[in-house]
């Protein structure tokens, strides 16, 4: 009996200490929106922010290997109302992709489906422009009014790979680096 309860504690205790050992979601590196400012000219409001921890270790290697990537950054702008829901003024998708051209070992990068892709030579410049998303247009300044209080939410998300014939059940993995950051919120006054 005395061998039977301390092989059930030896395994408990074992348990335990896997369960403890596993990364949980709080020790995971995730995603973040950093260094967020928000300013106008006489036409429109403008954000800049970076993206950090974006590119996880899978995602460099499907990136290398041609899978083509998106990130898609979702901005809304309201306006701070007292009594009654804040109002949304604007609402703005800006989606960027990267791709690997293995034979002329370049990354291209396309904004919103612009036809012609920016060519970057090395991925450490091209990571940095995935990440960099400065002087977007927020809203244009027509539609807000001087001196009132509004906020800017953002998040970044990276899109599903769609493969053709299928190929997202072969390449697996490509589902694993599927991820979204958590809204971020930016306060701002019309000057």
Not at 18 to 29: C, D, E, H, M, R
């Amino acid at each position: 009996m005395k061998q039977i309860f301390s092989r059930v504690v030896c395994v408990l205790l074992f348990g335990l200490f896997v369960f403890i050992g596993l990364p949980n979601k709080s020790q995971a590196i995730e995603p973040t929106i950093t260094d967020i400012l928000i300013t106008n000219n006489e036409e429109k409001v403008l954000l800049y922010a970076r993206l950090v921890n974006g590119f996880k270790t899978e995602m460099e290697s499907s990136i290398l290997a041609g899978v083509p990537t998106v990130f898609t950054l979702q901005l809304n702008v309201y306006q701070v109302r007292s009594y009654v829901w804040d109002k949304k003024i604007s609402s703005n998708e800006i989606k960027r992709t990267i791709m690997y051209d293995n034979l002329k070992k370049t990354f291209s990068i396309y904004s919103n489906g612009d036809q012609a892709p920016v060519i970057f030579p090395d991925f450490e410049s091209a990571q940095k422009a995935m990440a960099d998303f400065n002087g977007i247009v927020a809203s244009p300044m027509s539609v807000l009014v001087k001196g009132q209080n509004y906020y800017l939410e953002m998040k970044i998300k990276i899109d599903k790979v769609r493969l053709p014939l299928g190929m997202e059940h072969v390449l697996f993995f490509v589902s694993f680096w599927d991820f979204e950051t958590a809204w971020y919120r930016q306060n701002f006054t019309c000057k």
